[in-house]
């Protein structure tokens, strides 16, 4: 896909950001973000892992046996091509997966919010479908995902942009401020 970039205080944004709709339809996608078929896991930054390492008890709680096991074994974090990311059960799920129902969801963030943890989940899944990459300063970029479909047409019904639907995670990674001279973009 074919793209163009603004600049909001040197970041690069992607202009799908602005413009494309898109709101998450768990009930169709079934947390399709967390159970993606790779050899990589969710991006981590340093500082990131010790803040799961601090809360790693109380998010342990939240997980299913097999995956407690494999980070008790394995730890929940590893190295490849000089990127840290979560490790992954069977090149698909995040090691921090549960299901409810038959919905993919984040034990970090199940932890956090019945207050159990201070640390929501790495920004680099509270920002999805946005993408951070930094090539000599930070780009924001809108990564297109097949099973995100339906959120892109549960964007178009309710008129929610990526932007105003990642709100609190730019708000988290950027600043108020920043967020507001992105917002000035869409009005």
């Given at each position: 896909?074919?793209?163009?970039?603004i600049n909001v205080d040197d970041k690069i944004v992607d202009l799908?950001?602005?413009?494309?709709?898109?709101?998450?339809?768990?009930?169709?996608?079934?947390?399709?973000c967390c159970?993606?078929?790779?050899?990589?896991g969710a991006p981590l930054k340093s500082s990131e892992i010790d803040e799961i390492s601090h809360n790693l008890t109380a998010i342990?709680?939240?997980?299913?046996?097999?995956?407690?096991?494999k980070i008790i074994e394995n730890g929940f974090w590893e190295e490849k091509n000089d990127i840290l990311m979560t490790r992954s059960i069977n090149k698909r799920d995040c090691v921090f997966v549960?299901?409810?129902n038959d919905v993919a969801k984040c034990g970090i963030e199940k932890a956090f919010l019945n207050n159990k943890s201070n640390f929501r989940?790495?920004?680099s899944c509270f920002l999805f479908p946005i993408r951070v990459s930094d090539f000599g300063g930070e780009i924001l970029r809108y990564e297109?995902?097949?099973?995100?479909?339906?959120?892109?047409?549960?964007?178009?019904?309710?008129?929610?942009?990526?932007a105003e639907f990642c709100k609190?995670?730019?708000?988290?990674?950027?600043?108020?401020?920043?967020y507001n001279k992105l917002k000035s973009y869409l009005e």
């Open positions: 896909m074919n793209s163009e970039y799908d950001i602005i413009q494309k709709h898109f709101h998450c339809d768990l009930n169709k996608c079934k947390g399709a159970t993606m078929k790779s050899d990589f342990l709680e939240y997980l299913p046996e097999r995956n407690r096991k549960y299901y409810e989940k790495p920004i297109w995902y097949e099973d995100c479909k339906p959120a892109l047409e549960l964007g178009r019904k309710n008129k929610i942009t990526i609190n995670a730019l708000q988290s990674a950027f600043g108020t401020q920043w």
